[in-house]
Every structure is written in C-alpha cells, then in structure tokens.
C-alpha cells in the first residue's frame, strides 16, 4: 500500500476548502439583527443555510453584526455529516410514530454507527436560535 504525500493531501484540503468558501459566504438577510450564512444553491442564486428565506443581491452588501444565525451554523453541520442527520430524521420520525401510536415500520431500525450518535446528540444539546 502507497501512501499518498503529505503535500499532495494538504493541497486537497485546500481546494476543498477554496470550494466550501466558494459556496458559502455569511451575509445580513433583509437588513436583520443575526447575521446568516448563505448557501449557493446555483450561480446567482443563494439561499439561507437555514432556509428560512431567499437572499438578495443586496443582503451582501449590508454590514455584518456579528450575531450568527445558529440553525444556519447547525444547519451547515448537519450537511458536513450527512449519517447524523439522517439519524436525527430517523429519530424524529419514530417519535412521531410514537405519538400517533403507529407501531414503528419493519426494517425500520437504524444501523448502530457510534460517531454518529455523538454528533446527533451534541447537535441536539445546542440552543436553537
């Protein structure tokens, strides 16, 4: 087995992360007091991480306050880890499963990944903003 060199892993990361810059940038919606993070969906076209709303050319040339939007930073987390959020997905709807009183679908259970389920459980232990 050949390991790849160190230099050649380091100017991956870089482009990787030239991309995520690329396709994220923190922006003032509609001249509000919380300051979120957009997302590229396609060029010229963007959107709240959190997706509550559209942004517009102008919101990026409104000053920042300094207040992040904390659904945007959970919702950009969630999409850096995909297995957690789809055990958090997964969770949500066996508990309103529970609720109706439906028993829970055959085939249903979640595979047991550890990692996981301590980022779920962190990213639930956050304050929602």
Excluded: K, Y
């Excluded at 709303?53 to 995909?82: I, K, M, N, W």
């Excluded at 297995?83 to 439906?102: E, F, M």
């Amino acid at each position: 087995m050949s390991a790849r060199p160190l230099v050649f892993i380091r100017d991956e990361m870089a482009e990787v992360l030239r991309e995520v810059e690329a396709e994220t940038r923190l922006v003032r919606v509609h001249g509000g007091r919380v300051d979120h993070t957009a997302r590229q969906e396609r060029p010229g076209r963007w959107r709240m991480a959190c997706g509550t709303l559209p942004v517009s050319p102008h919101d990026f040339e409104r000053s920042l306050c300094g207040t992040p939007c904390l659904a945007c930073d959970r919702a950009l987390h969630l999409a850096a880890d995909p297995a957690a959020a789809a055990l958090r997905a997964h969770t949500a709807t066996v508990q309103r499963r529970q609720a109706a009183g439906q028993p829970p679908l055959p085939g249903s259970e979640p595979r047991p990944n550890a990692a996981a389920e301590a980022t779920a459980r962190a990213h639930e232990e956050q304050p929602a903003s």
